[in-house]
């Protein structure tokens, strides 16, 4: 089984200034780790994702996050926010052995408060 | 086109009631997937489909929850004799299926049992 924490509930930041969100994962197998992002009054969608390859992913809107083998980690970071990221964001795994990978186990989300 | 859809946008029931929460899922998408947000948490899971075939319903939390697909298409989650327990958000969502393909969550139904 799969557990995700979120270890931040809220992140207060000013705009313009970087912001880290943190995300540690348990799993006994290999896992995909993604980050959704949901608006206000919107659906959840998909920021990036860590699949194979590359420890270091990004998104189109300068969010990146690192998968850390080691320390069971994905955080997410951006190194300057904007108002318009003010969101709550989770941090979810899969695990890479099931046939369904589209089994999300998710964090209790972070919101990210971007103030002006 | 169009993303996920999903109604009622907001449904009330009494408690010992009947609900179906619709979802009509992206045109070509082969899986399907529910879940359910409480207030203040991540969504869990609920259940799978690869298109009309429920593959995985292990998060159903009681034998009170239903989901089908019949044409492969347009999916329903059914609870019955709704409980207080049973308020949350069900979101539903669907993908291309193949490995790695993202999940396009809809903008879900919150459900309140009184």
């Known amino acids: 089984a799969q557990s995700v924490t979120q270890l931040d509930s809220q992140v207060p930041v000013f705009e313009e200034a970087p912001v880290e969100l943190r995300c540690n994962y348990s799993?006994?197998?290999?896992?995909?780790l993604f980050w959704y992002v949901q608006y206000p009054n919107q659906g959840l969608q998909l920021l990036l994702k860590y699949l194979s390859g590359s420890t270091l992913v990004e998104s189109i809107n300068g969010f990146e996050a690192e998968f850390n083998k080691s320390q069971t980690s994905f955080h997410l970071r951006k190194p300057s926010v904007h108002i318009s990221d003010t969101a709550e964001y989770f941090c979810?795994?899969?695990?890479?052995?099931?046939?369904?990978?589209?089994?999300?186990?998710f964090g209790q989300g972070t919101t990210l408060q971007v103030k002006p | 086109g169009a993303g996920v859809s999903q109604s009622p946008r907001y449904k009330v029931a009494k408690r010992g009631q009947d609900v179906a929460l619709r979802c009509d899922p992206i045109?070509?998408?082969?899986?399907l997937f529910w879940y359910q947000q409480a207030l203040g948490q991540g969504p869990e899971f609920l259940t799978y489909?690869?298109?009309?075939?429920?593959?995985?319903k292990s998060g159903l939390p009681s034998d009170r929850f239903f989901a089908e697909r019949p044409e492969g298409s347009v999916s329903t989650l059914k609870i019955q004799r709704t409980q207080q327990e049973d308020s949350a958000v069900y979101l539903c969502?669907?993908?291309?299926?193949?490995?790695?393909?993202?999940?396009?969550f809809g903008n879900g139904t919150r459900l309140t049992v009184t």
């Open positions: 979810a795994v899969s695990d890479q052995v099931s046939s369904n990978t589209g089994k999300l186990i």
């Open positions: 799993s006994s197998v290999s896992v995909y």
């Open positions: 489909f690869q298109n009309e075939a429920q593959l995985d």
């Open positions: 045109s070509g998408h082969v899986s």
């Open positions: 969502a669907s993908s291309l299926g193949s490995l790695g393909s993202p999940l396009h």
